[in-house]
């Protein structure tokens, strides 16, 4: 995938970026992940990743607050963080679920296929009920097993 602005391509990075702002911004309003990857849309979502190496520089509250203002985002009541503290003592930080989230990405990208295309398409998917469910530990799952239970349908 190239650069929007510039002659050259996005790098990995750029997309872990993208994803850690997407859980960071779902988890602020209370929505689910993919509430945030729709209504900002694939336009908007390649521009941010496009500009993602300048908004690595940029404090991620300040840029959660522009995502909310730029693309009419809206609090919603889905707490990602009601678990059985029994099942789940640690809840993993938007870091954490970024890199879960950039890994599946890469590993699963069709042909033709460029990363917001990819990302839409994955935070879309019913597996991220269960990869965001901390009472089950999908999420701590190494990347592969992720990638082929999102291939066959299940865990």
């Known amino acids: 995938m190239m ?7 996005i790098v990995e990075n750029d997309l872990f970026f993208i994803c850690f702002m997407i859980e960071k ?3 602020f309003l209370h929505q689910q992940n993919k509430y945030v990857v729709n209504q900002i849309g694939y336009a908007h979502l390649y521009h941010l990743i496009s500009v993602a190496n300048v908004l690595h ?7 959660v607050r522009d995502w909310i203002d730029d693309y009419k985002l809206e609090y919603g009541d889905f707490h990602i963080e009601n678990v059985n503290v029994e099942l789940c003592a640690n809840i993993p930080t938007e870091l954490d679920m970024g890199k ?5 990405i890469i590993d699963t ?13 994955i935070y ?27 291939k066959n349908g299940e865990f």
Request: net charge negative; aromatic share 14%.
């Open 3 to 9: 650069n929007k602005y510039f002659n050259e391509p």
């Open 100 to 104: 879960v989230y950039t890994r599946l």
């Open 124 to 150: 879309n998917d019913d597996i991220c009920s269960i990869i965001d469910d901390y009472n089950n530990s999908a999420y701590y799952e190494p990347s592969y097993v992720i990638a082929r239970a999102y």
């Open 57 to 63: 520089s940029d404090n991620p509250d300040k840029i």
């Open 25 to 27: 911004t779902s988890r």
């Open 109 to 121: 990208l069709l042909p033709n296929e460029d990363y917001i295309q990819g990302l839409i398409r």
